[in-house]
Structure formats: structure tokens, C-alpha cells
Nanobody, 123 residues
Framework: QVHPVESGGGLVQNGGSLRLSCAASRSGFSRTAMAWYRQPPGKQRELVAGISHDGRTKYTDSVKGRFTISKDSATNTMFLQMNNLMVEDTGVYYC?????????????????WGQGTQVTVSA
């Protein structure tokens, strides 16, 4: 099992933008769902956005209209464009690959987590 690798995190001011990338293995990339999660300081990991194998997307309410999830099958890379960032978006962002959607809910592949990338939004 090759774990995905996240990049693109950093420190940004309130209202700024960042683009996260997740380099995934080729195996099953175009046939499975993927997602971004985040873990704010002192809190549990939460789903941010997911994308199905055929490109349908789903977002948690707090990021709708600000974040965009996408993927590039030619490079086996998933992205998260984050605009109008807020302090509440601070956390470690993880990608998960090889998951699935069931009844509109993303089911993660517990064996395919990246190491995470830190996003810090300052006031």
C-alpha cells in the first residue's frame, strides 16, 4: 500500500488562499473516491470535501463556496483550492484515497491516509 503525500500547506493571513495537493498512487485512482479531511487543534479529524470517481463533489457546510476539490487523473493528483481562508480553517489537512461514497456519505479507506500538511490562518 503506497500512502498518498500531501503538500501545499503553510501560514496565511485571514482572507488568503492556499492550494493543497495530494499525490496518490496510480492504482485505482480513477475508479475510487477521494477526500480531504482536517484536524483542528484539540479536535477530532473531520471531513472537508470529497470527490467521487466520476467527479461529483461534496463539501462540509463551513467551506461551501470557499473551497474547491478537484483531481487530475493524468498525474494521479488531487487538489483542494482554499479561498477566503478563516482562522477556523486552521489545522492539519489530510488526504484519503481509495474510499467510496455510500448514501451520500464518504467512507474513508483506513489504510490510505497521508501524513498531513499544516495550514495555519492568522487573524
Amino acid at each position: 500500500q503506497v500512502h498518498p503525500v500531501e503538500s501545499g500547506g503553510g501560514l496565511v493571513q485571514n482572507g488568503g488562499s492556499l492550494r493543497l495537493s495530494c499525490a496518490a498512487s496510480r492504482s485505482g485512482f480513477s475508479r475510487t473516491a477521494m477526500a480531504w479531511y482536517r484536524q483542528p487543534p484539540g479536535k477530532q479529524r473531520e471531513l472537508v470535501a470529497g470527490i467521487s470517481h466520476d467527479g461529483r463533489t461534496k463539501y462540509t457546510d463551513s467551506v461551501k463556496g470557499r473551497f474547491t476539490i478537484s483531481k487530475d487523473s493524468a498525474t494521479n493528483t488531487m487538489f483542494l483550492q482554499m479561498n477566503n481562508l478563516m482562522v477556523e480553517d486552521t489545522g492539519v489537512y489530510y488526504c484519503n484515497t481509495g474510499g467510496a461514497f455510500s448514501a451520500g456519505r464518504y467512507l474513508p479507506n483506513v489504510r490510505s491516509w497521508g501524513q498531513g500538511t499544516q495550514v495555519t490562518v492568522s487573524a
